[in-house]
């Protein structure tokens, strides 16, 4: 039944779906449209298996890299990856293993995989995990599935190369692996990737006898197009679609300081992974188009970048904090979850499963040197050192791509040469939370300094559409604003800082599938409180960021729709449990509002 439903959806191939699921074999080779030759053969005896189990890849071990490194260095691996996802994009979407059923799991079209319709608890959601303390763990095995049929189909072209091609182009097949995406490097990664920007690629494919042949295919990484039409109630289009202005967006400086901290010393692996999950769904809506909806993101490509990268870091989180992992939390339901209850390390990360046909739990996925059960490893995160030394050398890691400017004024104590990262600056962010449930569909909190129209920071909340969502953790997303205080040449100190916010302001706005956002008044939400919060954070190239004297500074939100008050709690947020600054008096309650 559960393969019946998949067709369902897929109306323009419900003929073919049928006959395969009755024994019906189509011919061995099909050619795409880009007229790369796919074979079909053996999907469609794989038309309705038990389950596809997720083991990762067993011969050996190899690094993920991102996706700049493997084009610029490892061109015939990059090559074998390409053409190797053009072709999983050009499987019939009715096959369990196609393009579009994998991403279907994340969100729509809201149908088993691979379960029976009776095991579904929630049918308007998908089965991806947010808000929830199984975020981390159960994206590892959902990037691992579309890693194995990647690499699978990779293999499987080059063995059609002969001669010196062959020679060439196998061992390139073999060493394919998903590439990551660092939004938040310091380098050419901080923007997006202009290989993620070609709607169409050079690639070097098999030709006649074996031989290569270049040709130029629809870049699988710019877009996937769907083959066949949407249903009427499809929130998708012929093709996946981004932000005009996605090009522009410098997600390093936006994202590299809040990255850096999340690794903090104190966090335990819940407050980090609450951190991650909040930088991460800031990314999303910076990408905007289909990755600004939870139901859609999978299905563009750079969706498995963005979570490759994601997964990069939790790894390089547990080798830094070894012995910390998921901790009970309130569950956030999905599609394969009732409400109610708690979520764990042993909780089923549905529909993932082993050879075993047991789920894949968190438990199975705690260690850092996990990842390499499943075939792959990071730069980051290396094989064949000893927990210790791995330790040492991923906190070193951290330091050296997200640590702060070892050159600017703004630090105490800052220490002479550019070896060694300065010892302590006071970090200033802006701090927002709230109920989950408050919003309906991914939101833009954009803040602004007076009547000045430049914008100063952004707030990126990553919703469901449809809300049904609800439970787990509050929203508490962190966004930085030190350069800015930095760029404006304001000292960090509280004395000097919190005069120049008094005049925040805020916007928020609804995220519109059209592509018009929707301002929204801020007394919409009434569970938002907004904060301002510095926190001094000591920085040493060998040790991770410590987070002390965390201060919540009411002066820039008294008075104003949605800010904290001061007779309000302090939030304690993901970090150390703060105190209200009074060391400046807040403004009378009659102040600006939004």
Same mark, same amino acid.
């Given at each position: 039944?559960?393969?019946?439903?998949?067709?369902?959806?897929?109306?323009?191939?419900?003929?073919?779906?049928?006959?395969?699921?009755?024994?019906?074999?189509?011919?061995?080779?099909?050619?795409?449209?880009?007229?790369?030759?796919?074979?079909?053969?053996?999907?469609?005896?794989?038309?309705?298996?038990?389950?596809?189990?997720?083991?990762?890849?067993?011969?050996?071990?190899?690094?993920?890299?991102?996706?700049?490194?493997?084009?610029?260095?490892?061109?015939?691996?990059?090559?074998?990856?390409?053409?190797?996802?053009?072709?999983?994009?050009?499987?019939?979407?009715?096959?369990?293993?196609?393009?579009?059923?994998?991403?279907?799991?994340?969100?729509?079209?809201?149908?088993?995989?691979?379960?029976?319709?009776?095991?579904?608890?929630?049918?308007?959601?998908?089965?991806?995990?947010?808000?929830?303390?199984?975020?981390?763990?159960?994206?590892?095995?959902?990037?691992?599935?579309?890693?194995?049929?990647?690499?699978?189909?990779?293999?499987?072209?080059?063995?059609?190369?002969?001669?010196?091609?062959?020679?060439?182009?196998?061992?390139?097949?073999?060493?394919?692996?998903?590439?990551?995406?660092?939004?938040?490097?310091?380098?050419?990664?901080?923007?997006?990737?202009?290989?993620?920007?070609?709607?169409?690629?050079?690639?070097?494919?098999?030709?006649?006898?074996?031989?290569?042949? /270049?040709?130029? !295919?629809?870049? =699988? &990484? +710019?877009?996937? $197009?769907?083959?066949?039409?949407?249903?009427?109630? @499809?929130?998708?289009?012929?093709?996946?679609?981004?932000?005009?202005?996605?090009?522009?967006?410098?997600?390093?400086?936006?994202?590299?300081?809040?990255?850096?901290?999340?690794?903090?010393?104190?966090?335990?692996?819940?407050?980090?992974?609450?951190?991650?999950?909040?930088?991460?769904?800031?990314?999303?809506?910076?990408?905007?188009?289909?990755?600004?909806?939870?139901?859609?993101?999978?299905?563009?490509?750079?969706?498995?970048?963005?979570?490759?990268?994601?997964?990069?870091?939790?790894?390089?989180?547990?080798?830094?904090?070894?012995?910390?992992?998921?901790?009970?939390?309130?569950?956030?339901?999905?599609?394969?979850?009732?409400?109610?209850? /708690?979520?764990? !390390?042993?909780? =089923? &990360? +549905?529909?993932? $499963?082993?050879?075993?046909?047991?789920?894949?739990? @968190?438990?199975?996925?705690?260690?850092?040197?996990?990842?390499?059960?499943?075939?792959?490893?990071?730069?980051?995160?290396?094989?064949?050192?000893?927990?210790?030394?791995?330790?040492?050398?991923?906190?070193?890691?951290?330091?050296?791509?997200?640590?702060?400017?070892?050159?600017?004024?703004?630090?105490?104590?800052?220490?002479?040469?550019?070896?060694?990262?300065?010892?302590?600056?006071?970090?200033?962010?802006?701090?927002?939370?709230?109920?989950?449930?408050?919003?309906?569909?991914?939101?833009?909190?954009?803040?602004?300094?007076?009547?000045?129209?430049?914008?100063?920071?952004?707030?990126?909340?990553?919703?469901?559409?449809?809300?049904?969502?609800?439970?787990?953790?509050?929203?508490?997303?962190?966004?930085?604003?030190?350069?800015?205080?930095?760029?404006?040449?304001?000292?960090?100190?509280?004395?000097?800082?919190?005069?120049?916010?008094?005049?925040?302001?805020?916007?928020?706005?609804?995220?519109?599938?059209?592509?018009?956002?929707?301002?929204?008044?801020?007394?919409?939400?009434?569970?938002?409180?907004?904060?301002?919060?510095?926190?001094?954070?000591?920085?040493?190239?060998?040790?991770?960021?410590?987070?002390?004297?965390?201060?919540?500074?009411?002066?820039?939100?008294?008075?104003?729709?949605?800010?904290?008050?001061?007779?309000?709690?302090?939030?304690?947020?993901?970090?150390?449990?703060?105190?209200?600054?009074?060391?400046?008096?807040?403004?009378?309650?009659?102040?600006?509002?939004?």
């Amino acid at each position: 039944m559960a393969a019946i439903k998949r067709l369902l959806a897929q109306p323009a191939i419900l003929l073919v779906g049928l006959l395969s699921l009755v024994g019906f074999q189509a011919n061995a080779a099909a050619v795409g449209s880009n007229g790369v030759e796919h074979d079909y053969s053996q999907m469609s005896k794989r038309q309705t298996p038990s389950f596809t189990p997720i083991e990762g890849i067993k011969n050996k071990v190899v690094e993920r890299r991102s996706i700049t490194t493997l084009q610029s260095t490892y061109p015939d691996i990059f090559n074998m990856f390409v053409l190797a996802w053009r072709n999983i994009q050009l499987r019939r979407e009715n096959l369990d293993t196609s393009y579009y059923q994998v991403a279907g799991i994340h969100g729509y079209p809201h149908i088993p995989w691979q379960y029976p319709a009776s095991a579904t608890k929630n049918p308007g959601l998908g089965y991806c995990t947010h808000g929830s303390a199984l975020f981390l763990t159960w994206h590892r095995p959902y990037v691992s599935l579309m890693e194995k049929l990647i690499h699978d189909e990779a293999v499987a072209i080059a063995k059609n190369f002969t001669g010196a091609a062959a020679t060439r182009y196998q061992p390139a097949a073999d060493n394919v692996r998903q590439p990551y995406w660092d939004w938040a490097s310091k380098g050419t990664e901080a923007k997006i990737p202009s290989v993620l920007q070609q709607p169409s690629i050079t690639v070097t494919k098999p030709g006649s006898g074996g031989a290569p042949t /270049t040709t130029s !295919i629809p870049n =699988p &990484l +710019y877009a996937y $197009r769907f083959l066949n039409p949407q249903p009427a109630d @499809s929130p998708l289009g012929a093709t996946t679609t981004r932000s005009s202005n996605v090009g522009s967006v410098d997600f390093g400086a936006r994202y590299r300081q809040g990255t850096y901290t999340s690794f903090a010393a104190s966090n335990s692996y819940n407050q980090y992974q609450s951190q991650a999950e909040g930088i991460h769904g800031g990314v999303h809506v910076d990408v905007g188009g289909d990755m600004t909806f939870i139901d859609q993101s999978a299905f563009d490509p750079v969706f498995w970048l963005h979570h490759c990268n994601v997964d990069r870091l939790a790894a390089m989180y547990q080798a830094s904090h070894p012995g910390k992992y998921v901790t009970p939390e309130n569950r956030s339901p999905t599609f394969a979850l009732a409400s109610g209850g /708690t979520d764990d !390390i042993n909780t =089923p &990360l +549905y529909p993932f $499963r082993r050879a075993t046909s047991v789920e894949w739990k @968190s438990d199975q996925l705690k260690t850092a040197e996990s990842i390499f059960a499943l075939g792959y490893s990071y730069p980051e995160v290396p094989q064949g050192r000893s927990q210790a030394d791995l330790k040492t050398f991923t906190t070193g890691r951290i330091n050296a791509l997200y640590g702060p400017n070892t050159r600017v004024a703004s630090f105490q104590g800052a220490r002479s040469g550019a070896a060694a990262l300065p010892e302590a600056r006071r970090e200033w962010s802006i701090n927002v939370l709230a109920t989950p449930s408050d919003f309906v569909g991914s939101h833009i909190i954009r803040f602004f300094l007076g009547t000045s129209t430049d914008q100063i920071a952004q707030a990126n909340i990553f919703r469901d559409t449809n809300n049904q969502a609800v439970g787990g953790k509050d929203l508490n997303i962190t966004v930085p604003i030190t350069s800015t205080l930095v760029d404006e040449g304001v000292s960090l100190q509280p004395e000097q800082a919190v005069p120049s916010l008094k005049d925040l302001r805020w916007t928020v706005e609804k995220v519109e599938k059209s592509g018009s956002n929707t301002i929204v008044p801020a007394s919409n939400f009434p569970s938002l409180k907004i904060a301002v919060n510095s926190a001094i954070v000591n920085n040493n190239a060998n040790q991770l960021p410590e987070v002390t004297n965390v201060l919540t500074h009411v002066t820039p939100t008294a008075g104003k729709t949605g800010g904290l008050q001061p007779n309000d709690p302090a939030p304690v947020g993901n970090k150390a449990p703060a105190n209200l600054d009074s060391s400046v008096a807040p403004p009378a309650a009659s102040g600006a509002s939004n």
